[in-house]
């Protein structure tokens, strides 16, 4: 295998957790007497520019399908987050109605809706036809495609270069970046800015978050590297945010390189320096991460087993990608986790891949009333436990298993 960004050949592992299903290929009930593909989850690390990368095993076509069940919206923190933004971004540049906003990954329109509101002209770039049909029952102009110079330069030739290009949770995506950032390159008209959300390698490492690596997520990337991409193709990242979403992650600011607005500001600085103390950009700062998961996968198990024992019963709430892989690697059965409920009902009557544990609404736990609740999305814990606080009334308690499982 050769890094996806500078070809150099990879031989050093990072993280192994074995085979697993696409964390979002959720199962009907008319599919549980069927087999599962599995696919390799293995992490390498590039000794040239520290891109932490997996195998494309299962190509991105098949992974965001018509099939696919991530709704943006159903996320109360996620919604208040993408409005903050748009209240805070659209002002300060000095948006408009002759201005457009795109967005790429669009998902539900979660984001676009609160740009469309304030009288900003906007385009969503969504490959899964299930949430762009979502999008637009919005209202919102949804093209049902991938990003990349192809898409871009058809726009451009239209007249449709962006004076704001948002990327939340999509570079991670891209099995191409060469061709996705040239992409922004094309679209991002003379004097725009491009702001990209993505998780932060760095707090990864730092917080055994390993549940946050499945198929859709193709790279893991730190601030220098991610720099490195974007100069490649005559883009400056020139700013960046430190943001609690994801468990820890960056939102950077890039300009085309000649931009005189492209200045390095002291928070990039800091973020850099950050990185360089720890040393984010030497092998040696990738080893050992296996071992830390493992004790993680132990100590998991060993609380499922101390319930199973004391005839006490454990249910899940969050039907996340990171929820399948943490279940996946552990090997966790429904009779060790009984159910799991999620708000969205594009997930309920589902079943997990891999673990095959039933996916209820929410209704279920206050119907069952579970002695314990494990909650997957760890990330949105305080929106998790707030929306559960009913537990407490039976005696029940609540569960995360990142960075060590914990009762709370």
């Known amino acids: 295998m050769n890094c996806r960004f500078c070809t150099t050949p990879l031989s050093q592992v990072f993280l192994d957790l074995g085979a697993a299903p696409p964390s979002n290929s959720f199962l009907k009930p008319g599919e549980l007497n069927a087999p599962e593909v599995y696919y390799p989850l293995k992490l390498f690390v590039c000794p040239d520019c520290f891109l932490v990368q997996v195998d494309e095993v299962k190509r991105s076509t098949e992974i965001f399908s018509e099939d696919y069940v991530y709704f943006s919206s159903f996320s109360s923190t996620w919604l208040a987050h993408a409005k903050a933004y748009a209240e805070a971004t ?3 540049l000095g948006l408009g109605p002759d201005s457009l906003v795109m967005e790429i990954a669009s998902n539900d329109g979660y984001l676009l809706q609160y740009v469309q509101e304030r009288g900003v002209p906007v385009l969503g770039i969504e490959p899964t036809a299930s949430t762009a049909t979502a999008a637009r029952a919005k209202g919102i102009e949804t093209l049902e495609e991938f990003f990349g110079v192809a898409l871009a330069t058809r726009l451009a030739a239209q007249g449709r270069q962006a004076d704001l290009i948002i990327g939340n949770n999509v570079l991670a995506h891209v099995p191409d970046l060469n061709d996705f950032i040239h992409g922004l390159r094309v679209a991002l008209k003379p ?3 491009i702001t990209m959300e993505f998780p932060h390698l760095y707090r990864l490492v730092e917080s055994a978050q390993f549940d946050t690596v499945y198929h859709e997520h193709f790279s893991y990337l730190s601030l220098a590297t991610v720099r490195r991409l974007f100069a490649a193709h005559g883009l400056r ?5 430190e943001l609690p979403t994801h468990g820890g992650s960056l939102r950077i600011h890039a300009r085309l390189e000649t931009d005189p607005l492209a200045r ?3 928070r990039l600085d800091a973020v850099l320096d950050m990185e360089r103390a720890a040393g984010m950009q030497t092998p040696a700062y990738y080893q050992g991460f296996q071992d830390r998961v493992e004790r993680i996968k132990a100590e998991l198990l060993r609380f499922l087993a101390e319930q199973t024992l004391a005839c006490k019963t454990v249910a899940a709430y969050g039907a996340a990608a990171k929820g399948n892989t943490l279940l996946n690697f552990c090997g966790v059965k429904p009779g060790q986790v009984a159910f799991v409920c999620d708000a969205s009902p594009h997930k309920q009557g589902r079943f997990l891949p891999g673990s095959r544990i039933p996916v209820l609404a929410p209704d279920a736990i206050r119907e069952q009333q579970p002695d314990f609740v494990l909650i997957l999305p760890w990330n949105i814990k305080a929106e998790i436990m707030a929306q559960l606080d009913f537990i407490r ?4 308690r609540f569960v995360v298993p ?5 009762i709370l």
């Open 90 to 92: 659209l002002p300060r």
């Open 191 to 193: 004097g725009g800015l």
């Open 237 to 241: 990242v020139f700013d960046v945010e």
């Open 264 to 266: 390095d500001s002291a």
């Open 393 to 396: 009334q039976w005696g029940g």
């Open 402 to 406: 990142i960075p060590n499982p914990e």
